[in-house]
């Protein structure tokens, strides 16, 4: 960057200027006597002492590597975002147009192939002009200047103090003079000039011409015109003080007095410059919008791609070792994200519930995940990522947990989570199919109170159960279902496909819970808010069977889910595939870490049952496409968080619509797309909203037929069925036979045949269960 003011020159007095002129001559017998010590110390002169003081200075310029920005990218290499903290584009030379290279050095050194890095002749003869007129002109070279914002720059990586020419001493110049003359015998001057026009800035945070080229005009430096090279070359001397869009009239003066300079160096024609000075700043700016605020898309899967990176000592020692590589470092990281997926997931989101028209207490999100891989390809959400209070702003990620594997060093600008209502009720069933019991087992689902005192098998709990407790020996604990209706005997397939909470309870009590609650957390599901160094499951209660006790993640769910898809195996989230910088050093990015945490044979019962949710349940309307499918819908006793989980082996979803800023306050009468909604759950909105996304992306995933579970799993004969029942008490003391309307309620027949039943309300459910010491009750369809 050209000198700027010295101290000297600020004054318009003789003396002022004469003084000057005295500095000026002491630098310049200074650097002649360093540049002559073989002459001077033969002569045994009066200069040794020049000398010697020159010849102490450091010899050698340390030049780091430029900062660059990073990006991130999509799986199909599309930009998602970039970051940065100085916006630098490096180019070679032959990358640069010669308009450009003649317009810097008519300006700022035209002696530049003839100097040998400090211009003895210029300095003097700025000297003289600066005493005989009212100018300050500079007498720094080019090759001084580039020297200047190395150091700059070396100053600004390891968090020093800039130094500018204004403040500069005489033994700083004497520095960048001797470090001047040792970069040019290193160095060619093609070398040096390609180095400075790569360094120099030219607003606040871009710097390098090819930047700069784009930032205001938008086109490449092998581009630049005459008149847009001027003003690029005027705007070094003082990015603000000259910048185009806060001082235009003084930006486009300095700009003709640089075509001036290349007409006086015959750079050009009279006639290109009369045509050149003729035009306006013709300024087309184009900034590079920095961070996930500016991200192109998925800014919220772009700020939990950049917590991986700052919390993984893989990037960096320290914390500030990583954000130097990450925002500095020039590196391009590649991830899962699937562009078209993603793209059909926000549309979905935005029709459903935009910010406009959406009340900024009701979020709206969507994750999706790749069975077999964990591959993250979606991850969208109906705020706008952006700090601050303005409605419909947020930086909080609903989709994620707060933090990494639950290290409260390692957030991840996650909410945590939220209660998962009945999407938690297929872990019941994979617990009662463990257990090596039939799907087709018919259970109580009649409206039950299980009193205070009453005890729940519980082993991994300190008195092996858990006991409902109650301050009140009156108190009962009393699960509905949606509508209070719809009691009554039902085989456990039915009972989730229509989400009664009545049998969910009842097939549970016949189990430990623990077993229920373990089975869940090794397919993924653990409390989303966990801060204790690692993932902590939910708790154990009687609420957990209905999604009631814990919050947990929509990436949780998704990944519990993405392990049913691929029949037990269990893959950890992953975002990153690789990780690359500018000089080709790679980084270790994690890989798939994929277990089978169950049988194949349970996960297939499960998705078996999952299926009828979407045959003849809750999602029996929904219109998705023609795939194999299989969901749960979920909404927590207080109506404040909605889900619907959809899946295939192609890919998870989950889909969830709640109350993120007020608590438990229920959704009812909250406006949700320009419309506001009596009553509220899994099935009214998150799963159309779900449908909506897949069928933008027909196609895309092809899955694979689910696998039919073992025969044992979901053949139990009529007369089985009607034995098993008749050993069962009612809620009143007495046996089961039949349903309060006299019939067995009887899943499919395998091969798809429905045998006779009576046809229950689809209308899904909701828990009522009182809260009790031990948790809230919650869970519904």
Same mark, same amino acid.
């Given at each position: 960057?050209?000198?700027?003011?010295?101290?000297?020159?600020?004054?318009?007095?003789?003396?002022?200027?004469?003084?000057?002129?005295?500095?000026?001559?002491?630098?310049?017998?200074?650097?002649?006597?360093?540049?002559?010590?073989? +002459?001077?110390?033969?002569?045994?002169?009066?200069?040794?002492?020049?000398?010697?003081?020159?010849?102490?200075?450091?010899?050698?310029?340390?030049?780091?590597?430029?900062?660059?920005?990073?990006?991130?990218?999509?799986?199909?290499?599309?930009?998602?975002?970039?970051?940065?903290?100085?916006?630098?584009?490096?180019?070679?030379?032959?990358?640069?147009?010669?308009?450009?290279?003649?317009?810097?050095?008519?300006?700022?050194?035209?002696?530049?192939?003839?100097?040998?890095?400090?211009?003895?002749?210029?300095?003097?003869?700025?000297?003289?002009?600066?005493?005989?007129?009212?100018?300050?002109?500079?007498?720094?070279?080019?090759?001084?200047?580039?020297?200047?914002?190395?150091?700059?720059?070396?100053?600004?990586?390891?968090?020093?103090?800039?130094?500018?020419?204004?403040?500069?001493?005489?033994?700083?110049?004497?520095?960048?003079?001797?470090?001047?003359?040792?970069?040019?015998?290193?160095?060619?001057?093609?070398?040096?000039? %390609?180095?400075?026009?790569?360094?120099?800035?030219?607003?606040?945070?871009?710097?390098?011409? /090819?930047? %700069?080229?784009?930032?205001?005009?938008?086109?490449?430096?092998?581009?630049?015109?005459?008149?847009? %090279?001027?003003?690029?070359?005027?705007?070094?001397?003082?990015?603000?003080?000259?910048?185009?869009?806060?001082?235009?009239?003084?930006?486009?003066?300095?700009?003709?007095?640089?075509?001036?300079?290349?007409?006086?160096? &015959?750079?050009?024609?009279?006639?290109?410059?009369?045509?050149?000075?003729?035009?306006?700043?013709?300024?087309?700016?184009?900034?590079?919008?920095?961070?996930?605020?500016?991200?192109?898309?998925?800014?919220?899967?772009?700020?939990?791609?950049?917590?991986?990176?700052?919390?993984?000592?893989?990037?960096?020692?320290?914390?500030?070792?990583?954000?130097?590589?990450?925002?500095?470092?020039?590196?391009?990281?590649?991830?899962?994200?699937?562009?078209?997926?993603?793209?059909?997931?926000?549309?979905?989101?935005?029709?459903?519930?935009?910010?406009?028209?959406?009340?900024?207490?009701?979020?709206?999100?969507?994750?999706?995940?790749?069975?077999?891989?964990?591959?993250?390809?979606?991850?969208?959400?109906?705020?706008?990522?952006?700090?601050?209070?303005?409605?419909?702003?947020?930086?909080?990620?609903?989709?994620?947990?707060?933090?990494?594997?639950?290290?409260?060093?390692?957030?991840?600008?996650?909410?945590?989570?939220?209660?998962?209502?009945?999407?938690?009720?297929?872990?019941?069933?994979?617990?009662?199919?463990?257990?090596?019991?039939?799907?087709?087992?018919?259970?109580?689902?009649?409206?039950?109170?299980?009193?205070?005192?009453?005890?729940?098998?519980?082993?991994?709990?300190?008195?092996? @159960?858990?006991?409902?407790?109650?301050?009140?020996?009156?108190?009962?604990?009393?699960?509905?279902?949606?509508?209070?209706?719809?009691?009554?005997?039902?085989?456990?397939?039915?009972?989730?496909?229509?989400?009664?909470?009545?049998?969910?309870?009842?097939?549970?009590?016949?189990?430990?819970?623990?077993?229920?609650?373990?089975?869940?957390?090794?397919?993924?599901?653990?409390?989303?808010?966990?801060?204790?160094?690692?993932?902590?499951?939910?708790?154990?209660?009687?609420?957990?069977?209905?999604?009631?006790?814990?919050?947990?993640?929509?990436?949780?769910?998704?990944?519990?889910?993405?392990?049913?898809?691929?029949?037990?195996?269990?893959?950890?989230?992953?975002?990153?595939?690789?990780?690359?910088?500018?000089?080709?050093?790679?980084?270790? +990015?994690?890989?798939?870490?994929?277990?089978?945490?169950?049988?194949?044979?349970?996960?297939? &019962?499960?998705?078996?049952?999952?299926?009828?949710?979407?045959?003849?349940?809750?999602?029996?309307?929904?219109? @998705?496409?023609?795939?194999?499918?299989?969901?749960?819908?979920?909404?927590?006793?207080?109506?404040?968080?909605?889900?619907?989980?959809?899946?295939?082996?192609?890919?998870?979803?989950?889909?969830?619509?709640?109350?993120?800023?007020?608590?438990?306050?229920?959704?009812?009468?909250?406006?949700?797309?320009?419309?506001?909604?009596?009553?509220?759950? &899994?099935?009214?909105?998150?799963?159309?909203?779900?449908?909506?996304?897949? /069928?933008?992306?027909?196609?895309?995933?092809?899955?694979?037929?689910?696998?039919?579970?073992?025969?044992?799993?979901?053949?139990?004969?009529?007369?089985?069925?009607?034995? /098993?029942?008749?050993? /069962?008490?009612?809620?009143?003391?007495?046996?089961?036979?039949?349903?309060?309307?006299?019939?067995?309620?009887?899943?499919?027949?395998?091969?798809?045949?429905?045998?006779?039943?009576?046809?229950?309300?689809?209308?899904?459910?909701?828990?009522?269960?009182?809260?009790?010491?031990?948790?809230?009750?919650?869970?519904?369809?």
């Amino acid at each position: 960057m050209a000198a700027r003011k010295s101290p000297f020159f600020d004054t318009a007095t003789t003396l002022g200027k004469i003084i000057a002129f005295l500095g000026i001559s002491g630098l310049s017998g200074v650097l002649a006597a360093g540049l002559l010590v073989p +002459v001077a110390a033969a002569a045994g002169t009066g200069a040794s002492a020049s000398i010697q003081f020159f010849e102490n200075l450091p010899a050698e310029l340390e030049r780091g590597a430029l900062a660059q920005p990073s990006k991130i990218v999509a799986s199909d290499g599309s930009l998602i975002a970039t970051l940065y903290e100085e916006n630098r584009q490096p180019v070679t030379l032959d990358q640069v147009s010669e308009n450009m290279t003649d317009a810097l050095i008519a300006i700022e050194d035209d002696q530049f192939y003839n100097h040998g890095g400090v211009d003895l002749q210029g300095i003097i003869s700025a000297a003289i002009s600066n005493i005989s007129s009212d100018t300050t002109r500079g007498a720094s070279t080019i090759t001084q200047q580039y020297v200047n914002n190395v150091l700059i720059d070396a100053s600004m990586q390891s968090g020093g103090d800039i130094t500018f020419s204004g403040q500069k001493t005489l033994g700083d110049k004497l520095r960048e003079a001797k470090l001047a003359i040792a970069v040019e015998k290193e160095l060619s001057k093609d070398e040096i000039l %390609a180095g400075y026009l790569n360094i120099v800035p030219f607003t606040g945070n871009t710097y390098g011409v /090819q930047a %700069a080229s784009k930032y205001f005009f938008n086109v490449e430096a092998k581009d630049l015109n005459i008149q847009q %090279a001027a003003l690029l070359a005027g705007v070094v001397n003082g990015p603000t003080f000259y910048s185009p869009e806060l001082y235009p009239e003084r930006s486009l003066e300095r700009r003709n007095l640089v075509i001036g300079r290349m007409l006086e160096t &015959g750079k050009i024609t009279q006639e290109e410059y009369d045509a050149a000075v003729a035009s306006d700043l013709g300024l087309n700016i184009t900034p590079v919008l920095n961070g996930c605020v500016g991200a192109e898309q998925a800014p919220y899967f772009c700020d939990y791609v950049t917590h991986l990176v700052l919390n993984d000592p893989a990037y960096g020692e320290t914390r500030e070792d990583r954000e130097n590589l990450l925002y500095r470092g020039g590196l391009t990281i590649k991830t899962t994200l699937d562009p078209r997926a993603q793209a059909a997931a926000q549309t979905a989101i935005n029709e459903t519930a935009n910010r406009e028209t959406t009340d900024p207490a009701v979020g709206h999100s969507m994750v999706s995940l790749e069975p077999g891989t964990g591959d993250i390809l979606v991850m969208a959400q109906n705020t706008r990522f952006m700090p601050g209070e303005t409605p419909g702003d947020s930086v909080q990620n609903f989709n994620v947990d707060a933090y990494y594997k639950g290290d409260p060093n390692k957030p991840i600008g996650g909410l945590g989570g939220f209660q998962p209502g009945s999407t938690f009720k297929p872990f019941v069933v994979a617990a009662w199919l463990e257990d090596g019991r039939s799907l087709n087992t018919v259970v109580d689902g009649s409206k039950k109170a299980y009193p205070a005192g009453d005890r729940w098998e519980a082993s991994c709990l300190p008195r092996g @159960f858990y006991e409902i407790l109650s301050d009140d020996p009156n108190y009962e604990y009393e699960p509905q279902n949606y509508g209070d209706t719809n009691y009554g005997n039902y085989t456990v397939l039915e009972g989730l496909a229509q989400s009664y909470n009545t049998v969910t309870f009842e097939t549970a009590e016949q189990l430990d819970l623990c077993k229920i609650r373990d089975m869940a957390f090794e397919m993924g599901v653990h409390n989303g808010k966990s801060s204790e160094g690692e993932p902590l499951p939910v708790d154990v209660n009687v609420p957990m069977l209905i999604g009631g006790s814990s919050d947990v993640s929509p990436m949780s769910m998704a990944t519990a889910y993405a392990t049913l898809a691929a029949e037990g195996l269990k893959c950890e989230p992953r975002a990153l595939v690789e990780v690359t910088a500018v000089n080709g050093d790679t980084y270790p +990015v994690p890989p798939e870490s994929c277990e089978q945490v169950i049988p194949k044979e349970i996960a297939r &019962g499960v998705n078996y049952a999952t299926q009828a949710v979407i045959e003849r349940g809750s999602g029996q309307l929904l219109e @998705f496409g023609d795939i194999p499918m299989a969901g749960k819908t979920g909404t927590n006793d207080a109506r404040s968080q909605t889900w619907f989980m959809g899946y295939n082996s192609a890919m998870a979803t989950a889909s969830w619509i709640g109350n993120w800023k007020e608590g438990n306050t229920s959704l009812s009468g909250m406006q949700i797309g320009g419309r506001t909604y009596p009553e509220i759950d &899994g099935s009214l909105i998150a799963a159309p909203s779900w449908a909506r996304y897949m /069928q933008q992306i027909q196609g895309s995933y092809q899955p694979e037929p689910f696998a039919d579970p073992p025969s044992n799993m979901i053949n139990t004969s009529r007369q089985e069925q009607q034995d /098993q029942l008749s050993q /069962q008490p009612n809620s009143n003391g007495t046996t089961n036979g039949t349903t309060n309307n006299g019939q067995l309620i009887l899943p499919p027949a395998p091969g798809g045949n429905t045998l006779p039943v009576t046809p229950p309300d689809n209308s899904g459910n909701n828990g009522n269960g009182n809260g009790n010491g031990n948790g809230n009750g919650g869970g519904n369809g």
